[in-house]
Structures are given as C-alpha cells and as structure tokens.
C-alpha cells in the first residue's frame, strides 16, 4: 500500500488539528507535512476539508461470545468497530461460559484470531462464573495476556473476596475494573431513582447505590495496592468521588460512556428500552458534571459498554427488556456530533480518550498520526453525515437510541498497518 | 377525536378528563333502572387479560362491559400458557388473532399495556400496571369527587399512605390536578418519593396536614403483603402516626370532611371502624361508580380493528 491524504488536517491529543499531508507506505507512515510531493506510485486521496486522525480504541464491549451469539459475535462486533473508526477493543468477560479460565480465554482469544480484522484484547472474570466466590484462574488468564480483571455486570459484593482478589492478583501485574453497584439499593435495576422512577412506576435504582460500592472499591484498592479502574461512571457525585481519590493518590482511573454524557432519564420518555442500561442514565445535572469531569481529565477514557441485544428482547416492557445499548458503530459520529461540531470539546479530547489513553492503559503504544510511526488512522469527514439503518451498522443488534437518526460526520476510511479496513 | 387506548392519565387533556366524566352521567342513572343495560356495544368483544389477581377491578369491568351489550371473555391468566413460559409478545399475538375489539389488561409490570397497545390494533384499557397508572381509578375517584364538589378548581385533597408504590395516588393524583384541585402528600418517608409529581405539597405530620384544610381526605391501602420488608416498623405504629384513630375521627367529622379509600380496607391500620358508618365516607360510591367510569371508557374508545 502506498497512499497520501492530500489537504486534510491532522488530529492529536496535544491540540487542535493541524494541515498537514499524510503519507502512508507499507503500513508506516512515511510523511505528515503541508504540500508534500506526491511519492512514485502513491494514490492520491483528497483529504481536503477531513480529519485523518488515530484510530480509535474501545476498552468496554460485549461481544457475547461464547454463548449468547444471537445478540453478537466476535465477527460481528470488530466489523462494527472498524464501521466506527475502532481498531482495538476490550472484550467483557460476561459471557455464558464466563471468561474465568485459561481455557475460555483461549478458545475466545484464537476465536478472534481466526475472524477479527482487528486485535481484540479480553478481561478476565475476578471470581469464577462471576458470582462473587472463589477467584477466577488468576496465572492462567494472565500467561495469555489478560491484564484486566472484571465482573463487569456485576460487583464483586463481598468486600473480603475483592480485597483478597487486589492482594493476590496485583502482584501478578494485573489491574480491576469495577462495575459499581450495591444490589440491595438498586431493586430491579431499569432506572434511576427520581422524577421518571416515579413517573413510570418502576423502582428506581439512585445513584448512591453506585457511588457507595465505588468508593469502597476504591478504598479497597488504596488499602491494598492495587489499581482499580472505575467503569461506566454516571453520576456527579461518582465523578467527584474519583476526583477525590485521585487528588489523594489512589491508583484509580475512570471511564465515561457516551450516553452518560448525552442522554438522561428524561430521554426514556413512554419506556423506550433504548435508553435503558446499567447504570442507568440520570439527570441531566449529571450530564454536564460528566461532562465536566471529561474535560477536567478525571475521566482517563472514554468507552462505549457496546451491550447488544435482539429486537425481540428490548421489545420486552420496560423491567424485563436487558440492561445496554450498542456503541461500537456510533460513538465517533455521536461524539463529533454532539460534541466536536457544537464546541464542546476539540478532536484533541476525543484523540487523547478515546484513542490514545486507552491504549495505554492497556499496556499499548499509542497510534499517532506521526512520521515513523505504524499506521492505524481514520480519514473522517466532518461535513459528510452517517444513517444509522439495520443495514448500515455491522452489529448484529440495533439497540440505540440513534436507530434511523443521521447525524453529522462519517467515517471514510479506517486504515490498519497495510490493509484498508473500510473505506466509503 | 377518539383514541384507541386508554393507558394513563397523563396524556389525556381537562376538557378530555371532563368529557369522560359527563358521560359517566347518564350510565349512572342506568343503573336506578330495572333494565341496566344499553346496547352500545352490542356485537363487539371485550377480553379481560388479568396477569395479577383483582377482583374489585375485574368484576367492575365484567359489570360494565356487559352493561353495554358487550361479549366478554376473561383470559384465565393462572391457567394459560403464559405460566408455561410464553412471552407477552407471543401471547399478544395470539389475541391478535382472535380479533377482539377491546382488551382491558392487569399487569404487574409498569408499561406493559403500552407495549401492548403498540403491537394490536385493540382498543387497550389500562386496568392497572406496576406502580405505573390505573386510569380508570383516578377516573372514576374524579368523577365521586365531582358529584360531591361540582367546582373542582381550588378544592383540596390529601392522599395518605404508600405513595411509591401506588398506581392509584399516581392516577388520582393526575386527574385531580388537571381538574384544577389542590393535592398534597402525607406518608411514611420511606413511601413517599423525595420526587415525586409537580405541584404536590408534602406534609409529615398528621395534624398539619389537617390544618392545610383538605376537602376529602383520601387514605390508600397499607399493602400487607409488603410487611416481608417493612417500610415502616408496625401497623400498630403506622395506625398511630398516619391512619385515621378515633381520636382524629371526632375531629374529621366534626369538620365535615369527606373520606375516600380504594378498597379493599384494612380496619384498624389505615381507618378505624367508625370511619366506615361515616355518612361522608364515599368508599361505597367510590364502588358505583367504578362501573359508570369503566362504561364512559369503553364507550369512548375507537378500536382500530
């Protein structure tokens, strides 16, 4: 392969995005500077008025496999992601067999090998079967390359297992990832507590539920050493709890999924399951603390808890229909839309929390858009729009919010080392 | 315009609310006749799909429907295949192919009517879902309230007990408030929503409530089947703090003050005795005209069948 995007910008998370030609050769990018020349043999692409930009990085889905491939597959799930301009995810291990052993891992990590475009990386269970017992197979998981260890769905409710768990396993190198809750106060979990709770007539699950098991997961993690890494944070006084601890020197990072920051509990209107997931989305008071938090960096990254499920399933009433939403195929457009094209924030946030600090976090390098470097960039036209149909996104599932919607901005090219992944 | 369904309170309007109530009139005074029958929906069915057991609400409808010439079929949920394992959808395409005009559902989960209402061209009747809505309780405890103060604006009305759980302070409450009535809360703070409805007063105190000066006093089932995991430590204390004692019966009746409940009534905890020989007492009422409001709606509705 040997291509030049030719008057386009380039993003990165140091700064707004800067003019510049970029020129890609055998999978390295050879050149970013403005007016380059035009290499022997390269093929030109007009740039003009678009982003190339890092390719982005999800470190929270759900593929659903093994076990419920109904809802996804890994196959399904990583062409969502290069639909969205991903090229690196975090499989949850929630699935049915849970990925609590070597084995599972294995057979889920050489899945991805055989049908994945693009690496998938896997977390492994804290306690086996997730339920809060006996410790998952810590050494074996880790010999595979699992790093992250979750129960994500649920917490670990018994604080003597996780803490136990933080002892043992950081001394493997490994690091947590908590879902927060405590399920005594969350009742049914379909909602939050408040003003549509009452409307709607369901118990609602308040946001205390979740700042409660936060705070003592991350308590647990200073009393022992460990890093715990807080997912899917909805609400002000969850963000400002991390805030805290952090300010006091815990080894805790964060993260913001999208419809934390652009829906709330008003959103659900008439008990539309496409905003139902877990933790629920709160008020719009909390949007814009999150937001807050985003930019003040005590979110360390952003990741979409891409959770997809069947039609049929979220055509259930409200309490039965499952907890999550898709993100994989969106997220970018939703972001720039929301926030990129209003002024929200810059490509320089999106580059650096959905791009470049997830890779870190997991232990990778970074993909900028600099000479010398690999290639794993996006071309992304800010002035093109994306449909959300069926048929247009690659998920198997189409529980979102932006079903049918067009928004602004379309990903046109997803470029991986020498291979094309997508392009429009 | 007609609606097909009628699934909450809150999306019907005060001139709607008011016209329902008008025509609950004349069934009403069917009901004095020897023939109680009219033939307005003579030829059409009516299925009653009751998930959760009710025999006040079911039998209300049954009268009602079969006041207005209508077939009626009551789906034996307990016995019905839903307890093997089929899902709403399935069982609600099933009654979509019987073709029945109106379907009057009971559910213990919050939306499920709606959901229903979505997916058959059925008129739908809300006859109770989740802590949601009971549309047809706040209509008829509207229309009991109207015959006693035909002004509805300005009067007041305080709803006691277990408002977080109840679809029928959520429904009585709405409907009072579209016609123009005062409503304030007083309850347990575990059974009272810290955010609830607009608009709504919030006493914790039994006399101060009282000095607020509600026309109707309005007291909802303690649910005793909750008693598992108490929202408050005993009927005895709950009696004594929120429910109607002897003591501030004398004071109730000696003011006037009408006295509402949906039933069924827990003697003793909510009200004592002598509450229920009370002349201003219109639980009875509340019972008559239950019927005439389930008739106004049925009546009023257009199946898209």
Known sequence: MNIIFQGGSVASEDGAPVKADVWVEDGVVKGVATNLPVPDGARVVDASGKIVAPAMFDAHVHFREPGQEHKEEIATGTEAAINGGVTGVVMMPNTTPAIDTAAVVKMVLEKAAAVSRIPVYTSGCITKDRAGKELAGIDGMRDLGVVMLTDDGDPVADPAVLKRAMEYATEFGMFFASHCEVEELSGPRALNEGKKSYQLGIQGSPACSEEICMDRDIRLAHATGAHVHIQHVSSAIGMETIRWWKSMGARVTAEVAPHHLLYNEEDIGDYNTHYKMNPPLRTAADNAALMQGLKDGVFDLIATDHAPHTEFEKAQDFVTAPNGITGLDMALVVLFHNCIAKGEFGWDLLVKRYSAEPRRFMGLEPVPVEEGKRSELILFDPNGETTFTREFMQSKSSNTPVLDQTLKGRVEMVVMGDEILLER | ?305
């Open chain 2, 1 to 305: 315009m007609a609606r097909k369904d009628f699934l909450d309170i809150a999306s019907l309007s005060r001139e709607e609310v008011e016209l329902l109530l008008e025509q609950a009139v004349p069934f009403k005074e069917l009901f004095t006749r020897s023939v109680k029958k009219v033939p307005a929906l003579k030829g059409k069915s009516v299925l009653m799909l009751f998930y959760e057991p009710s025999t006040r609400t079911l039998s209300s409808f049954e009268v009602a429907a079969k006041r207005l010439s209508a077939d009626v079929t009551v789906f034996d949920v307990p016995h019905s295949s839903v307890v093997k394992g089929e899902s709403v959808k399935d069982t609600i395409d099933t009654l979509q192919s019987m073709r029945t005009d109106y379907i009057v559902v009971r559910h213990q989960r919050a939306g499920l009517p709606l959901a229903i209402a979505r997916q058959t061209g059925a008129s739908v009747i809300n006859a109770g879902d989740g802590a949601h809505a009971h549309p047809t309780q706040g209509l008829l405890d509207a229309f009991t309230f109207k015959e006693v103060f035909p002004e509805t604006d300005g009067k007041k009305v305080l709803i006691v007990g277990d408002i977080l759980h109840s679809r029928v302070a959520r429904s009585t409450c709405t409907v009072l408030q579209k016609l123009g009535v005062e409503v304030a809360f007083l309850g347990p703070g575990s059974l009272v929503p810290k955010k609830g409805p607009e608009g709504v007063k919030r006493f914790t105190d039994y006399e101060e409530a009282m000095k607020w000066g509600p026309d109707v006093v309005y007291l909802l089932r303690v649910q005793m089947e909750r008693q598992d995991a108490p929202f408050f430590p005993s009927l005895r204390e709950y009696h004594k703090v929120y429910g109607i004692t002897e003591e501030r019966f004398k004071r109730i009746s000696g003011e006037g003050t009408y006295i509402m409940h949906p039933g069924p009534v827990n003697r003793g905890v909510e009200l004592c005795h002598a509450v229920m020989d009370y002349e201003r007492t219109l639980i009875n009422q509340q019972v008559e005209n239950g019927i005439a409001a389930r008739m106004a709606v049925l009546y009023s509705l257009k199946p898209g069948i």
